[in-house]
């Protein structure tokens, strides 16, 4: 399943930050997720909470934040929105749009708790 690898994907970059910056638990995680991006959310919110068990983002919340979608059209030579990749240009109709915004998918932030100065 495609979410799952992407799932596995988050839990490299938590598990690496957590080893470079010393903390011990991941609250929430901010998702950057592009409308054009093939991502299907509800498919990668319960991989996310599969792929997180047992790890330190155990429980952690999962908080989305879409991207519009944006394409350059070359008949236009501007900037348009796109709802889907392979769109055509609302203005002219064209084809010959290149995505350039809304296609990614990256960890924008994670809230954690800190380890380092902790002496119970
Ligand atoms: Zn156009």
New binding site residues.
């Given amino acids: 399943m495609h979410e799952m690898s992407l799932a596995e994907g988050i839990r490299t970059i938590v598990e690496e930050a957590a080893q470079a910056e010393g903390f011990g638990k991941v609250n929430a995680v901010v998702l950057e997720v592009g409308e054009l991006a093939a991502v299907e959310l509800e498919s990668l919110r319960f991989c996310f909470e599969v792929v997180m068990q047992g790890t330190l983002a155990e429980g952690a919340a999962l908080t989305v934040e879409r991207v519009a979608g944006v394409g350059w ?1 070359m ?2 030579g501007e900037s ?1 929105p796109i709802k889907a990749l392979y769109d055509p ?1 609302p ?4 084809y010959q ?1 290149q995505p350039t915004d809304g296609t990614q998918m990256r960890v924008k932030a994670l809230d954690v708790d800190g380890a380092v100065e902790r002496a119970e």
Avoid at 91 to 94: E, H, M, N, R, V
Wanted: aromatic share 0%; net charge positive.
């Fill in positions: 059209c008949s236009c348009v240009c203005k002219c109709g064209s749009v």
